[in-house]
């Protein structure tokens, strides 16, 4: 379970930072905490989190003095009061539910521990996919959007849901649970401290996968170089700050050889549809939609961008 400490309802928490009085204060935090412990399914241990709470300096600081703060003081103590709430609440279950809730945050990154698993096609290339350098993603422990610095591989997500695809939606279960990857078997939503260690360590790659001398190596090199997100992103920048049409073509240019890439693996190449997004990552045709715009085929068959604003 992802830890969050936005429980409450925003509206009523906007009144308490605004006009509540310190009665209101001590009513929410309990209110709070009902919500985060029901959530964690811990209720019973209400008692004993709040008792502990009520040591806690940052409690007992706005219990003493919050009808004399301003409103945004209020909301950035209670918001730290919060994360420390949460903690609390997740060290009385230190252990997994089941829950499945952090397979429904999206899949895991293969790391190189994880190699074996497809070497025994205990998972098939057909159920993983590739983020390549430069991609635009968002990263989940920092929670920024940023450019991907390098490449990594990911078991696929529902395109709905972003559940994994392994999450067996009818009672949590992990299809593969036996053999999940590393990054599955070290994340603990009550201690997420190994996951951000994971986190900076080296990712599985294409290359890993391939092995030396594949045959298709060459062919993936050269798709990365001439559809890159490198490219991609400045022919977008080009066209943001001069208005230049050029830039478009550029744009629309990387995504054609992009889909002469995909069809020349799949037809010549004779490669299941479903092993591309490994191969060769994400259509660029549907990655674009990071730019705000979507591409769509005119009745002369003539590829446009059409902004989403
Ligand atoms: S592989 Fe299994 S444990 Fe890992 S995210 Fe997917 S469903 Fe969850």
Redo the contacts with the bound molecule.
């Keep these: 379970m992802q830890q969050n400490s936005s429980f409450s309802d925003s509206s009523k928490l906007q009144d308490l930072f605004e006009t509540g009085t310190r009665k209101d204060f001590v009513a929410e935090v309990r209110q709070a905490m009902r919500q985060i412990l029901a959530k964690l399914q811990v209720e019973d241990h209400y008692e004993q989190v709040i008792s502990e709470i009520k040591r806690e300096p940052g409690y007992r600081e706005l219990n003493n003095t919050w009808e004399k703060l301003e409103s945004a003081v209020r909301r950035q103590k209670w918001q730290e009061l919060m994360e420390r709430l949460v903690q609390l609440a997740y060290a009385t279950r230190p252990y997994c539910l089941r829950c499945?809730e952090?397979?429904r945050q999206?899949?895991?990154s293969l790391h190189q521990e994880d190699l074996e698993l497809l070497d025994y096609d205990l998972i098939s290339i057909r159920q993983i996919y590739t983020l390549r350098q430069g991609e635009p993603v968002k990263f989940n422990i920092e929670g920024r959007l940023g450019f991907l610095p390098g490449e990594l591989v990911k078991?696929k997500e529902d395109p709905e849901s972003r559940?994994?695809?392994?999450?067996?939606r009818e009672n949590n279960?992990?299809?593969?649970?036996h053999h999940?990857?590393l990054?599955?078997?070290i994340?603990a939503c009550w201690n997420p401290e190994e996951l951000e260690k994971l986190y900076h360590q080296k990712k599985l790659t294409r290359r890993h996968l391939l092995r030396e001398d594949h045959p298709l190596l060459e062919l993936l090199e050269a798709h990365n170089e001439r559809c890159s997100f490198e490219k991609l992103d400045s022919a977008f920048k080009k066209f943001h700050e001069t208005d230049d049409e050029k830039a478009i073509d550029q744009v629309l240019d990387i995504l054609r050889q992009d889909m002469v890439f995909r069809d020349f693996v799949k037809t010549k190449l004779d490669r299941d549809e479903e092993e591309l997004d490994f191969l060769l990552g994400r259509p660029l045709m549907e990655l674009v939609r990071a730019y705000g715009v979507r591409v769509e085929k005119d009745e002369n068959n003539v590829y446009h961008l059409v902004s989403e604003q």
């Design positions: 499945g952090c397979c999206g899949s895991p078991i559940n994994c695809i392994f999450l067996v279960n992990c299809a593969i649970y999940r990857p990054q599955c078997r994340q």
